[in-house]
């Protein structure tokens, strides 16, 4: 009897010690490198255009991520692939962060976020990086793309007053979430946004812990909107500090 009360508080004793280690080494070590595929049908029947969408990159020098982010990207064979800002925090990671996305074997299209715009970046680096993919780097500016089936709208510097074409599907980028209710212009097929990084860390039954400027009500997921569908993507990097709890990062594979 005494050696079973004894393994009961061992084992209580190691919950207790056990249990917030885990935690911690979800929060700092394993979930912001957890990266996962979220695959979104917008379609009823087969899609005629696949959209991978990822966001939030903030390169810091962490090739092995950021390659295995690529070769995730590459294995969905999406048509085309969306960034929607925030690449680096420093221009030093500007050449590396732009090797390294320029092996997506997809046109690369995207629109820069504030970080990099406070980080002074070489806008025209980005834009000849994109280029070499059959992609376009958007600033106030829309494009349409190599089948000509899809025109690609790229909201930069001001919230977007572009008016979908009515000859192909529309897909309008942007950074910022609440920039969508500024829209008057039209519907758009797909609208994509980044910058809440999902919170980043979102308690169960709080919801998330970091709540960040010109994102609103829309954090995370998909939200139905006057002007479209409007897709909020968690990110796949991470400012202040690395953690990530309950807010894996993550590639969006989108159907059209």
């Keep these: 009897m005494k050696l079973r009360k004894t393994t009961r508080r061992r084992f209580i004793a190691l919950l207790l010690v056990g249990t917030p280690v ?19 049908r917008l379609c009823t029947g087969k899609p005629t255009l696949r959209v991978a969408h990822f966001t939030d990159l903030h390169y810091k020098g962490d090739k092995k991520f950021t390659l295995r ?7 969905l064979e999406p048509d085309v692939v969306c960034f929607t800002g925030d690449l680096i925090d420093e ?25 990099d715009f406070w980080g002074q970046t070489n806008f025209d680096l980005i834009r000849d990086a994109f280029a070499s993919t059959g992609g376009r780097w958007l600033m106030d500016e829309r494009v349409r793309t190599a089948d000509g ?18 000859e192909t599907k529309n897909i309008l980028l942007m950074h910022y979430p609440d920039w969508v209710e500024q829209v008057c212009t039209g519907k758009f097929d797909l609208i994509l946004a980044g910058h809440s990084h999902g919170g980043q860390v979102r308690l169960p039954f ?51």
């Design 69 to 75: 982010l690529v070769a995730r990207i590459n294995r």
């Design 149 to 166: 089936n899809t025109t690609i709208h790229g909201a930069a510097a001001r919230p977007p007053t572009f008016e979908p074409n009515p």
């Design 91 to 115: 221009p030093v990671h500007l050449p590396e962060a732009l090797e390294l996305l320029g092996q997506i074997k997809a046109p690369l299209y995207g629109v820069p976020g504030n970080h």
């Design 22 to 40: 885990v935690l911690v080494a979800d929060v700092f070590w394993i979930e912001p490198h957890w990266l996962k595929t979220r695959v979104i």
């Design 206 to 256: 709080v919801g998330p812990v970091i709540q960040t400027f010109h994102a609103g009500k829309y954090v995370r997921g998909l939200y139905p909107t006057s002007a479209g569908p409007l897709y909020v993507g968690s990110g796949v990097g991470w400012f202040y500090t690395r953690a990530r709890f309950n807010c894996r990062p993550e590639i969006a594979l989108i159907e059209l």
